[in-house]
């Protein structure tokens, strides 16, 4: 039984032309996202995370970047065709995103209400009336308490936690089909992460959508996604559903990730760790990418790029100590 | 024993910030950043805290090193109570007390080379100089896993996990007895905290240096500290052996605080404590026990009494009224 996509991304590349050089932020990137699914996608900072949420949108800055190839399919029309005036229309609508600092993306010198309320009349054929009401309701829905009275608060009025949940309600007032949230939690306090990580997995079912969900933390992966995208330095490494990714890592760049955590249960003693860091993207290693931090790393590794190997099951992996043929060049 | 010794006691720390309002500015309040906390770190052990964003751990923190005056309480380091020293012997006492920061990036000066930002902390000390403080700035980048070459770089050409190191290597110029590391692995990477973990573990194994350790996340914290005391509102609501932390907790805020970290196997499903609503204000902390505006086991007597911090079992001690004498 093959699930219909809602979001199709194929041989995304992405490059910034910057001045000390060209950076491939994004390289020949490709994934999709089933209805009503939520897709967990990692890396370190740095890896392309958020620019590929950012070419999704088509909010890219640009210059400096440039989308130089593939195809973004959202209900099989390909976004990179489509104009600014229809991408307006689309954004905020049929997809919205939530940032990791809702202050950036809330304006000051407007009521939080206001905000909400416009954002729906600017895409649905509401009277300002039924618009300030469903804004209200909207408020309620992601538990916002006296939601009246908060209508008319300003932004640095709420707490972190309180503005992440009026982001939530200004993305999901108008039912999109795909939320994209770029690491929504990361900037909250653990127990109000727990607040929000479950009040979006309750609306998500409520409301039917996808969401694209961006994060550093596998333990967020590991609780709300249902299969998972690894990125190291611009590509993907490795794809799997979450109990595969969790239960049997193939890339050695997982495997180390997921041994370097300190756990809560456990003992003490020597944290595993991945020797030095991620590369500098004007300055990528020859061969694969993770091959100077890789423990299983061979002569060929220094040499050739191993391809993204299709597994099956959904499974994808790039590494030749995995059985991935290298990369035509 | 020397070892069992407490290299630091901070007893009854009070710091209250003034909230000034109207044309004649006049004090309309007071923040209540750190109200009453309590506790001691011993001869080569980590005391780790944690708590949510305000709850006061920066603050307890640099009232323990003096960097911000307290507005009330006792802190005895190496046997001598600090509130009495005057600048000139806090000036001297200084070296045996290091931080290290949480941002890697804003706490180095980005003009001076590393052999300068080490080298400062030496020579304001007294410690060393002209060849010898070369020759120390290299140990030290050595011992902290650096290249002597690094040296001469600035910050700008190393990564924060790097930065992190240089950071260490200036807090252990010194080589104090304790350091205070204030979320020093909240900045960084996945792979690249295990590495600063480890670091800093290794050379408490051989310096012998106490830490207080301050992070957000629990699992972190309970790793690397050999007691963990969890905060609230400017108080200390619980505080034992960092295993049992995890495996006893007592106090609902811990529990609370213990079930909302996710944890990466996707196979277990804990079950998961929710609190409601949002820490209250320090301005106006609820009467009573903190947290009963948010607890569910909270009873009549917890809005009218604040429970105090006491041993329930040996090394435990937790300030709640579910578990009176
Ligand atoms: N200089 C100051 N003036 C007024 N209030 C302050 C000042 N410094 C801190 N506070 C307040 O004191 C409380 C405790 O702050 P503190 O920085 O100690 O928290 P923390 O536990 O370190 O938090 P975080 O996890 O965010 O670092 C907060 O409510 C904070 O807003
Ligand atoms: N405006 C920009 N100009 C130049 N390079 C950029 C810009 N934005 C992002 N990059 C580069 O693109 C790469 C991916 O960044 P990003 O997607 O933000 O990473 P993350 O995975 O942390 O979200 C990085 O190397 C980053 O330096
Ligand atoms: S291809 Fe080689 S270097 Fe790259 S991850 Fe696999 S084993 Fe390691
Ligand atoms: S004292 Fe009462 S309100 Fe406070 S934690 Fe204990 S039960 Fe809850
Ligand atoms: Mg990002
Ligand atoms: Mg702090």
Redesign the interface.
């Known amino acids: 039984m093959e699930e219909k996509s809602l979001l199709e991304v194929k041989d995304l590349t992405v490059k910034f032309f910057t001045d000390d050089g060209v950076v491939t932020a994004v390289d020949r990137v490709s994934f999709d996202i089933k209805r009503g699914e939520t897709l967990g996608m990692v890396g370190?900072?740095g890896c392309g995370k958020s620019v590929t949420s950012l070419a999704i949108m088509r909010l890219l800055p640009s210059p400096p970047a440039r989308i130089t190839s593939g195809k973004i399919l959202f209900e099989g029309e390909d976004l990179l065709q489509k104009s600014e005036a229809e991408m307006r229309r689309i954004r905020g609508n049929r997809i919205s995103m939530i940032f990791q600092e809702p202050m950036t993306s809330l304006n000051p010198v407007f009521t939080v209400g206001r905000q909400i309320s416009e954002a729906i009349m600017l895409h649905q054929k509401l009277s300002g009336k039924e618009a300030v009401e469903r804004a209200v309701e909207m408020l309620r829905l992601v538990g916002i308490?006296n939601p009246e009275k908060r209508y008319h608060e300003y932004p640095h009025q709420m707490?972190?936690?309180?503005r992440q949940r009026v982001m939530i309600a200004m993305a999901l007032s108008c039912n999109p089909k795909l939320l994209i949230a770029d690491e929504p939690t990361t900037a909250l306090?653990?127990?109000?992460?727990?607040?929000i990580?479950?009040l979006m997995n309750r609306l998500k079912d409520r409301v039917g959508m996808s969401v694209l969900l961006i994060t550093?933390?596998?333990?967020?992966?590991?609780?709300t996604a249902r299969r998972v995208v690894v990125m190291y330095a611009g590509q993907v490494v490795e794809e799997a559903s979450?109990?595969d990714l969790?239960?049997n890592p193939l890339h050695p760049y997982t495997a180390?990730?997921?041994k370097?955590?300190?756990?809560?249960?456990g003992e003490?003693g020597?944290?595993?760790?991945?020797?030095g860091?991620?590369p500098n993207p004007l300055n990528l290693p020859p061969g694969c990418r993770f091959n100077p931090r890789c423990p299983e790393a061979a002569d060929i590794c220094r040499k050739k790029s191993p391809a993204l190997l299709e597994m099956g099951n959904g499974r994808r992996v790039r590494c030749f100590s995995r059985g991935s043929p290298p990369e035509e060049v | 024993m020397n070892q069992q010794k407490n290299i630091i006691e901070v007893q009854g720390l009070v710091k209250w910030y003034p909230v000034k309002a109207g044309v004649f500015q006049k004090v309309a309040g007071y923040i209540k950043a750190v109200d009453g906390v309590s506790f001691s770190i011993k001869r080569g052990e980590t005391l780790g805290l944690v708590g949510?964003?305000g709850c006061g751990k920066t603050t307890s923190a640099r009232c323990m090193l003096r960097l911000i005056e307290p507005t009330k309480g006792r802190i005895i380091f190496n046997g001598r109570d600090i509130m009495r020293l005057n600048r000139e012997q806090l000036r001297k006492i200084r070296p045996r007390m290091q931080v290290i920061f949480q941002d890697p990036y804003s706490s180095l000066n980005p003009r001076l080379t590393v052999k300068e930002i080490i080298g400062e902390v030496l020579a304001f000390h007294g410690i060393a100089r002209g060849k010898e403080l070369e020759k120390r700035v290299k140990h030290l980048l050595e011992m902290v896993g650096l290249a002597p070459h690094h040296m001469r770089r600035f910050p700008h050409e190393f990564?924060?996990?790097?930065r992190q190191r240089i950071g260490i290597a200036r807090a252990l110029a010194t080589n104090p007895d304790l350091v205070v590391c204030d979320e020093p692995v909240s900045a960084l990477?996945?792979?690249?905290?295990?590495?600063i973990?480890?670091l800093l573990?290794d050379l408490q194994a051989r310096l012998g240096v106490s830490y207080l350790f301050i992070a957000?996340?629990?699992?972190?914290v309970?790793?690397?500290s050999h007691r963990v005391g969890v905060m609230y509102l400017g108080k200390i609501i619980e505080v034992t052996e960092s295993d049992e932390i995890?495996r006893n907790p007592l106090h609902p805020y811990t529990q609370?605080?213990?079930?909302?970290?996710?944890?990466?196997?996707?196979?277990v499903r804990r079950r998961?404590i929710?609190?409601e609503?949002?820490v209250p204000s320090p301005l106006n902390p609820p009467e009573g026990c903190r947290f009963w505006t948010r607890c569910r086991h909270a009873v009549n007597i917890c809005r009218r009494e604040e429970p105090e911090l006491v041993e329930c079992a040996p090394g435990h001690k937790v300030a709640c009224h579910l578990y009176g004498r």
């Open positions: 370190e900072s308490p707490s972190g936690g309180m306090d653990v127990t109000i992460q727990a607040q990580l479950d550093h933390d596998l333990g967020v992966v590991a609780e979450c109990e969790f239960e180390g990730l997921l370097s955590i300190p756990r809560l249960e003490k020597r944290l595993n760790v991945i020797e860091s991620v | 949510e964003s990564s924060g996990g790097q990477d996945v792979s690249i905290q295990s590495q973990l480890n573990e957000h996340g629990l699992n972190v309970k790793h690397i995890y609370a605080l213990i079930s909302a970290i996710p944890i990466p196997e996707p196979k998961k929710l609190l609503e949002d």
